[in-house]
């Protein structure tokens, strides 16, 4: 009977008398593709395992695709989420205050470095959220849209993310940190990887040497919020050839973004980190 009873309430919290049902739907629908990033799911198995009717079910993913929410693949009947609800929730994740207040900052620096800059948000799956970029100033460089989602462990951002943790919270990173291949010069070796973060702080930035795609640096720093945790991942990229030369002065510029954008959000970054010349 408590069981029963257990199971009335979890129902009418979901379908209760002040929700609309529909929405509520939705929402199950694209809490379900989410856990299904890479595969996606067919109409059958999403009606089937949320109870939901084929044709309010279809009416729903429809409505999706129009809004730019999900992509629906013709071969496979398969739905899958795309980059327009990140984008759309963007400001949910990052605060439109400290977007608002960051954003000057970094067209700025990818004014006066002369490469494409991107903010990124770490999600707590491990990956990369983009929630601002700059326009295109070489049509060369892997650019993503807003909204895009880098995996976990991408180069410049996993290091940048991790280099500055406390040794213990570092640690724990390492230990979850799941290589994948993306190049030829992915880091593979978690003592690898450790080095690397190792020189990140020496350095005084976190660098990829065409890790994730090959024949482009990319330098990176994090963003602190003001109870010293990452907020978001400052990066500059640009293809190896023309940014070899400018990559001490790239770094420099980085530094003081980073602490510009420190001082207007309160950021308070740990000890050791890199201060602006």
């Not at 002369?114 to 601002?132: K, N, Q, R, W």
């Not at 003001?226 to 293809?239: E, I, K, N, S, W």
Request: aromatic share 6%; proline share 8%.
């Amino acid at each position: 009977m408590v069981v029963q009873d257990q199971d009335r309430v979890k129902r009418e919290m979901v379908t209760g008398p002040n929700l609309v049902p529909a929405v509520t739907k939705a929402i199950s629908i694209v809490r379900y593709l989410n856990d299904r990033p890479s595969g996606g799911a067919a109409l059958p198995e999403i009606a089937a395992a949320l109870d939901i009717a084929r044709s309010h079910g279809h009416t729903i993913l429809r409505t999706l695709v129009a809004h730019g929410w999900a992509h629906y693949e013709p071969s496979s009947r398969r739905y899958r989420l795309s980059s327009g609800i990140a984008a759309d929730s963007a400001s949910a994740l990052a605060s439109r205050t400290h977007l608002a207040a960051t954003r000057p900052h970094v067209d700025a620096l990818a004014a006066a470095s002369g490469f494409p800059c991107t903010l990124c948000e770490p999600i707590a799956d491990g990956s990369f959220l983009i929630v601002h970029t700059t326009g295109e100033m070489d049509s060369f460089v892997f650019r993503a849209p807003v909204g895009y989602r880098f995996p976990p462990g991408t180069a410049a951002l996993f290091k940048a993310r991790t280099a500055w943790l406390p040794g213990a919270d570092e640690r724990e990173a390492l230990a979850r940190w799941m290589p994948q291949r993306h190049s030829s010069f992915s880091i593979l070796e978690p003592s690898v990887m450790a080095e690397e973060l190792a020189m990140s702080r020496r350095r005084g930035y976190a660098r990829s040497g065409g890790e994730y795609v090959e024949g482009f640096t990319t330098l990176a720093l994090p963003i602190f919020s003001r109870d010293g945790q990452v907020l978001l991942v400052l990066t500059v990229a640009g293809r190896d050839q023309p940014i070899a030369p400018h990559e001490p002065q790239i770094a420099r510029l980085l530094a003081r973004t980073v602490g510009a954008i420190h001082r207007e959000l309160d950021g308070r970054p740990p000890v050791g980190f890199p201060a602006p010349d």
